[in-house]
């Protein structure tokens, strides 16, 4: 247990419809990242919040997708109309980063997203 | 983008030594992580490198070589517990971990 949480861990939906997942960081940490991880594939970013900012989005954000991190603590990940291209793991991570340096990121155990 | 290659998959017996070789060109670099991952979790922190040489921790050990674009994870007396699959993760500058796609790794009784 790294000390991130994510829920659910399995969200099993259909074609066009809405989710939302949520990631609980370590509670110093002031950044946050999103991933999404399909099989025999490395994490891709998706994109990261600096405290309450969204400072990045990788294109592989349609405009589907949003994310949002109220008050610095907790994110949510929310896709719109999820098509069957969407199932993937969504990994959130987090870190505590001080200054213009590589600091390590602490993943959380993930959502299992399938869109049937 | 980030160009990040590893083997895909490599097979060794218990208590032998492994060496996962990462290859990477990217945007600047601002270090390289190894993590580990099981089946079906999360990706865990084994290590970092931003300098050239070797760090070692335990039965695990990172080479990285910047002017090469080369980096290996070296796991020693390995375990049936170390079958999983290691990803070699650079930062490059835009700070945006870029990921290989992780060589899976089984140890043979």
């Known amino acids: 247990d790294t000390g991130v949480s994510q829920d659910p861990r399995h969200k099993i939906t259909k074609r066009g419809q809405n989710v939302t997942f949520r990631c609980d960081p370590i509670?110093?940490?002031?950044?946050l990242y999103w991933y999404r991880q399909t099989l025999g594939q490395g994490p891709e970013f998706l994109t990261y919040?600096?405290?309450?900012?969204?400072?990045?989005k990788s294109r592989l954000l349609s405009d589907r997708f949003s994310a949002e991190r109220p008050k610095g603590s907790f994110s949510t990940l929310e896709i719109q109309r999820t098509e069957q291209g969407d199932s993937a793991m969504y990994l959130c991570?987090?870190?505590?980063?001080?200054?213009?340096?590589?600091?390590?990121?602490?993943f959380g155990p993930g959502t299992r997203l399938t869109v049937l | 983008g980030q160009n990040i290659d590893q083997p895909t998959e490599m097979t060794a017996t218990e208590g032998a030594i492994v060496q996962i070789n990462c290859t990477y060109q990217?945007?600047?670099?601002?270090?390289l992580f190894w993590y580990q991952q099981h089946a079906g979790e999360a990706p865990t922190f084994l290590s970092y490198?931003?300098?050239?040489g070797l760090e070692e921790k335990g039965r695990f050990s990172s080479f990285l070589s910047r002017s090469k674009g080369y980096s290996y994870l070296l796991l020693k007396e390995l375990q049936m517990k170390d079958s999983a699959s290691y990803l070699c993760?650079?930062?490059?500058?835009?700070?945006?971990?870029?990921f290989g796609a992780g060589t899976t790794v089984t140890v043979r009784a």
């Open positions: 919040f600096q405290n309450e900012a969204q400072l990045e």
């Open positions: 993760a650079v930062l490059p500058n835009d700070y945006k971990l870029s």
């Open positions: 990217t945007s600047g670099f601002n270090g």
């Open positions: 509670s110093e940490h002031n950044r």
């Open positions: 490198n931003v300098l050239d």
């Open positions: 991570a987090s870190s505590l980063v001080v200054s213009a340096s590589a600091n390590e990121q602490f």
